[in-house]
C-alpha cells in the first residue's frame, strides 16, 4: 500500500488530517483527541500492527512538545509517522499501551526525559534515571548542576 492510498483511507475516517510523505513514508500530524481513534483505526482497519518507537522532541520556542509515533506493518510493510502537539508547559497525553504494548516502555522512557504525563499509564515507574535525578534530560533547557555551561553562539 503505498502513503497516497493510504492518506486516502484515512482521511474517509479523518478528514483534514496534516500530511507529508517523505522517503516513502506517511507523515500525519494529529490533535490529541484524535490520536487514539486514529491509532485504533490504523491498527484494526489499515494492519499497522507495530509500533516500532515513541519519543518526544522538544521545541520551547514555540512552547510545545511534540510526541512521535512511528507505525509499521507486517502485512503491507508500510510505515506511518503521526505526531500531536502538546502544551509543553503541561504536557499531558492519555497513554496508547492499551492500543500498542510497546508504548508502554517508550512512554516510560518519554515520561523521564521530557516530562511528558501519559494519564492512565499502567506502570509509571521510573524506567532509566536514578530515583533522586531532577529535572528532564532531553529537554533543550535542561542543565545537570555538574554541567559545564554551553559557550555562547555569536
Not at 487514539?36 to 499497522?48: A, G, I, K, S
Not at 515513541?54 to 509499521?72: A, H, K, S, W
Amino acid at each position: 500500500m503505498t502513503p497516497v492510498e493510504i492518506l486516502e483511507k484515512i482521511k474517509t475516517k479523518f478528514p483534514g488530517v496534516a500530511s507529508t510523505e517523505a522517503f516513502g513514508i506517511l507523515n500525519m500530524e494529529t490533535e490529541q483527541n484524535k490520536l487514539r481513534p486514529l491509532l485504533v483505526f490504523l491498527r484494526d482497519e489499515l494492519n499497522f500492527d507495530f509500533m516500532n518507537f515513541m519519543t518526544g522532541v522538544d521545541r520551547p520556542t514555540e512552547n510545545i512538545i511534540e510526541v512521535v509515533y512511528q507505525l509499521f506493518s507486517f502485512t503491507t510493510k508500510a510505515s506511518i509517522v503521526i505526531r500531536v502537539k502538546l502544551d509543553r508547559t503541561k504536557p499531558e497525553i492519555e497513554t496508547v499501551s492499551d492500543i500498542y504494548r510497546t508504548a508502554e516502555w517508550h512512554e516510560r522512557e518519554a515520561a523521564e526525559m521530557f516530562g511528558i504525563v501519559f494519564l492512565n499509564h499502567p506502570d509509571p515507574r521510573i524506567l532509566l534515571l536514578p530515583e533522586n535525578f531532577k529535572g528532564q534530560p532531553l529537554k533543550k533547557d535542561f542543565r545537570h548542576p555538574n554541567m559545564t555551561p554551553l559557550p555562547e553562539v555569536k
